[in-house]
């Protein structure tokens, strides 16, 4: 997921923007989201950038911790901050010498679909996705470990969820499937028998050998070391027509 944390008391999707946590080393800006309809200059489609790119938007559609699309993906396209695209085509080179390839799950995400999953993680039940999403995890503590936070560093356009699959497009076994919020997904678990964890350190390899950095709790979420708008959290919706004509 990616988010940056929440503070331990409980919050409302109506918080001020100028929540202060940290992710990676980094400090969540004070300003606001951005609202608009549209992408500022310099966000691409990667279908555009690096169409051997498989995608599998998961909040576009209902097969999510949620169980419903989300708020904001129009379209299940992978958006990104083009430096940021360019990048992940760079891996995707790279890994096809060894015959692997790449599958997104999430890329851009809007505010609005952040504003979603904090109305959804604050409502009573609505745990119907548990026991494939967080089967180890209660529901009121996704933020406290971690998982879940008011401001995803998604939204900047500079991170991506994603992972290997092979030469027949099939996925490789990471131990843990995307979302699931526990700790055998931290990177570093010991819980995956040796081919899983030697299957996410060549997933991170290959993403720190072109500027992506990972983080602790999740073995499928990187950011863009050079991601050209680290200061800014948007909230245009997920389709192609939110992108700017050149």
Same mark, same amino acid.
């Given at each position: 997921?990616?988010?940056?944390?929440?503070?331990?008391?409980?919050? !409302? %999707?109506?918080?001020? *923007?100028? =929540?202060?946590?940290? &992710? #990676?080393?980094?400090?969540?800006?004070? /300003?606001?989201?951005?609202?608009?309809?549209?992408?500022?200059?310099?966000?691409?489609?990667?279908?555009?950038?690096?169409?051997?790119?498989?995608?599998?938007?998961?909040?576009?559609?209902?097969?999510?911790?949620?169980?419903?699309?989300?708020?904001?993906?129009?379209?299940?396209?992978?958006?990104?901050?083009?430096? !940021? %695209?360019?990048?992940? *085509?760079? =891996?995707?080179?790279? &890994? #096809?010498?060894?015959?692997?390839?790449? /599958?997104?799950?999430?890329?851009?995400?809007?505010?609005?679909?952040?504003?979603?999953?904090?109305r959804w993680a604050e409502e009573p039940g609505a745990?119907?996705?548990?026991?494939?999403?967080?089967?180890?995890?209660?529901?009121?503590?996704?933020?406290?470990?971690?998982?879940?936070?008011?401001?995803?560093?998604?939204?900047?356009?500079?991170?991506?969820?994603?992972?290997?699959v092979d030469d027949e497009g099939r996925a490789v076994?990471?131990?843990?499937?995307?979302?699931?919020?526990?700790?055998?997904?931290?990177?570093?678990?010991?819980?995956?028998?040796?081919?899983?964890?030697?299957?996410?350190?060549?997933?991170?390899?290959?993403?720190?050998?072109?500027?992506?950095?990972?983080?602790?709790?999740?073995?499928?979420?990187?950011?863009?070391?050079?991601?050209?708008?680290?200061?800014?959290?948007?909230?245009?919706?997920?389709?192609?027509?939110?992108?700017?004509?050149?």
């Open positions: 997921m990616g988010f940056l944390r929440r503070p331990a008391r409980v919050v !409302t %999707a109506g918080l001020a *923007a100028g =929540v202060l946590a940290a &992710l #990676a080393g980094s400090v969540a800006p004070a /300003r606001a989201p951005e609202e608009t309809e549209r992408a500022p200059a310099g966000f691409a489609a990667l279908r555009a950038v690096a169409p051997g790119i498989d995608q599998d938007i998961r909040y576009a559609g209902d097969h999510n911790f949620v169980g419903e699309r989300i708020d904001g993906y129009e379209e299940p396209e992978c958006l990104l901050a083009e430096e !940021t %695209a360019r990048a992940l *085509a760079r =891996v995707e080179r790279d &890994l #096809a010498r060894d015959g692997l390839g790449l /599958r997104v799950f999430d890329c851009y995400r809007p505010q609005r679909a952040v504003d979603h999953f904090l745990d119907e996705r548990r026991a494939e999403f967080y089967p180890r995890v209660p529901k009121d503590r996704l933020f406290d470990e971690g998982y879940l936070a008011e401001r995803s560093g998604h939204s900047r356009g500079g991170t991506v969820d994603l992972t290997l076994d990471m131990g843990t499937g995307f979302d699931f919020f526990d700790p055998a997904s931290h990177p570093d678990s010991p819980e995956p028998d040796a081919d899983q964890r030697r299957a996410r350190e060549r997933l991170r390899s290959a993403m720190a050998a072109r500027g992506f950095t990972p983080i602790d709790t999740e073995w499928w979420h990187f950011t863009h070391d050079e991601e050209p708008f680290p200061d800014r959290h948007f909230d245009f919706p997920v389709e192609r027509a939110a992108l700017r004509e050149e």
